[in-house]
């Protein structure tokens, strides 16, 4: 393990610590704070810019779009700070959650048959899940491994706080020994948690999200659709204030001739759900990622190759 990666971990351990001291309302105001400074300093201003063009170019104007990136960098801070702030947020349920579609997760305990639940970077899917846990729901989160392995223990910490269980998987690529628990997981009842949004690369299953192509991992919906596994979606979002989880209804993917189609017939409707929560809470949406890093025209533009 590298010093660099080490002081990455000891920056991040004694900022979280001294600052989850704070009440509140100062703990929010940090990271608002923090999160404008970000945007300030552009970090990762470009790839932002570029995202809200590719996708609302054509449907808003610039100002709409700089409305949309400020506020994107504002809602992450907050976050940022919900997630810390866990532990404060849950005993107060009735004033900061609500929940809709908890029949198909009850139903999906009860039975004992697994469910994988598609979810994306959009709000607070963390203290989201979080909720779930805390009112009887067992979770299984897929957790994509990072490089920095003194951050990655923190972060698989963070997922698993309140007793929710943990699938470390090295990447997008094969990792047979990872998707084996997975699969496993599932034949044994389990409700396993999967976010699916980000860029796969080559290997990826090629769908669509705002008339763009883009390649999903499709390992843990295969995986699903092998076992005859049911797959619905479930995002959280920030409603006046409160997290609202909706758990959407499972999938169907019963009229599919192959392996391979019945992945892509999930992961279009997933998009596609995907894509009618971002229209309405466009802020909230993970821009920071390079979505669309496999078109060659728009990874030019990540690149600084080309004006934005």
């Not at 998707?179 to 409700?191: C, E, I, P, T």
Request: hydrophobic content about 40%; overall charge positive; some cysteine.
């Amino acid at each position: 393990m590298n010093i660099g990666s080490r002081i990455a971990w000891l920056a991040m351990k004694g900022t979280v610590g001294a600052v989850s001291l704070l009440p509140l309302p100062a703990l929010f105001a940090f990271f608002r704070a923090l999160a404008a400074a970000f945007r300030s300093l552009g970090i990762r201003r470009r790839v932002v810019r570029v995202n809200l063009d590719a996708t609302f170019g054509k449907e808003l104007g610039e100002r709409e779009r700089e409305d949309i990136e400020r506020g994107c960098y504002a809602e992450h801070g907050r976050i940022v700070a919900e997630v810390i702030a866990s532990d404060r947020l849950l005993p107060e349920k009735e004033e900061r959650f609500d929940l809709t579609g908890l029949p198909i997760l009850e139903e999906a305990v009860r039975n004992r048959k697994g469910l994988l639940i598609l979810t994306g970077h959009l709000g607070n899917f963390v203290v989201g899940a979080h909720y779930l846990r805390s009112v009887g729901i067992p979770m299984t989160f897929i957790a994509k491994r990072i490089a920095n392995d003194y951050v990655n223990r923190e972060i698989m910490k963070i997922y698993g706080r309140h007793g929710s269980g943990i699938i470390v998987v090295r990447g997008f690529r094969n990792d047979p020994e990872a998707g084996a628990k997975v699969f496993r997981a599932m034949k044994q009842g389990d409700l396993v948690v999967a976010l699916v949004d980000q860029d796969a690369g080559p290997e990826g299953t090629r769908t669509t999200f705002f008339g763009l192509p883009t390649y999903l991992p499709g390992g843990p919906v295969a995986l699903a659709c092998r076992g005859g596994i049911a797959i619905a979606t479930g995002f959280g979002t920030r409603e006046g204030g409160r997290i609202r989880i909706d758990i959407q209804p499972p999938i169907d993917y019963s009229s599919a001739a192959s392996p391979g189609e019945a992945v892509s017939i999930v992961l279009d409707e997933y998009s596609r759900r995907l894509e009618e929560k971002v229209r309405k809470y466009p802020e909230q949406y993970f821009w920071f990622h390079k979505k669309w890093k496999a078109l060659p025209e728009i990874r030019a533009r990540y690149e600084g190759k080309e004006p934005v």
